[in-house]
């Protein structure tokens, strides 16, 4: 179906105000955008470092709401939870709706990872070549998909290990993507942890995809049921990272290789000093302004 967006003009401080607003009057989704950029996707902001706002000066909400919904009640409503709100500062637009996962398929080609790691789309189908290994991928509801930049980090990493007879985890597993890309480059078993029940749906439908769903577990993080692992991997957040240290730390086994990402550069200091309590070898790789920490479990 299509949808209704509203477009609302504000100024950082008004921003949480404005967004609740939005949320209680039954938005469907609520973006957020530079509103002085020439493109949306500029000055695009992911995660702030403590205690920071990095939010614009001035900042576009875009709202979704049903296709039926009254424009002018909508419009009424708002201005009586913000009443400082200008009529100049709302405008309202059709959105056509589309098949938004099948329209990113469209544009998802294959991608090589290290040296012999390949991710494909689910609708390409890869060439008869044993010195490949292939992870045939539908991302579904959940992120990962190897196009992000720690994504890619963590699959090469992955790739320039000795996997054989290894078991991994892989905490915030979202598609599944590098559990299952453990588990086709030699590892015995993986356990994937994700707090999302969609990306555990993900997970096993991909592992099903690609064989290997007999040797993959999956959990959400109270009730994971687990031996530390011989190889522990987590692509998610730095705040959850720095929080979940002492987890991770529990999950790997002496002498484990480890590798978190999600990490923005700048954010990397902090966490390479919650870790070193546990975890030698600290290395930093950072790509298109993402980093990924590797070690070893002391």
């Known amino acids: ?12 401080e008004q921003q949480p ?13 609520v973006t957020l955008r530079d509103a002085n950029a020439e493109t949306p996707d500029e000055q695009a902001i992911f995660e702030p470092g403590v205690g920071e706002l990095p939010l614009w000066p001035t900042i576009t909400l875009d709202a979704l709401f049903d296709e039926h ?3 002018r009640g909508l419009g009424a409503a708002l201005g009586e ?4 709100l200008e009529p100049d500062q709302l405008s309202f637009t059709e959105v056509a709706d589309q098949d938004w996962e099948r329209a990113w398929m469209d544009q998802f080609k294959p991608m090589p990872f290290g040296r012999r790691l390949w991710i494909y789309p689910w609708n390409i189908e890869p060439p008869a070549d044993d010195d490949l290994v292939v992870v045939r991928l539908d991302p579904g509801l959940a992120f990962g998909s190897g196009t992000h930049p720690t994504t890619a980090l963590c699959l090469e990493w992955l790739d320039g290990l000795e996997l054989a007879g290894k078991t991994v985890t892989d905490y915030g597993c979202g598609s599944g993507i590098l559990a299952i890309a453990a588990l086709k480059l030699g590892a015995a078993s993986a356990v994937g942890v994700d707090n999302d029940p969609q990306a555990l749906t993900a997970s096993r439908d991909n592992a099903e995809r690609n064989g290997v769903a007999d040797r993959l577990a999956l959990f959400l993080p109270d009730d994971v049921d687990a031996d530390a692992a011989d190889i522990f991997v987590a692509n998610i957040l730095a705040g959850p990272l720095g929080a979940l240290a002492p987890t991770f730390a529990a999950a790997a086994k002496p002498g484990a290789p480890f590798a978190i990402s999600g990490i923005l550069d700048g954010q990397q200091d902090e966490l390479l000093q919650r870790y070193d309590e546990w975890f030698d070898a600290l290395r930093v790789d950072i790509r298109e302004g993402w980093v990924r920490i590797s070690g070893r479990r002391r």
């Open 1 to 12: 179906m299509p949808f209704l967006e509203l477009s609302l003009v504000v100024r950082t």
């Open 17 to 29: 105000r404005a967004e609740e607003a939005l949320e209680d009057l039954g938005a469907l989704s």
């Open 69 to 71: 919904t009254d424009r």
């Open 81 to 84: 939870l913000l009443p400082w």
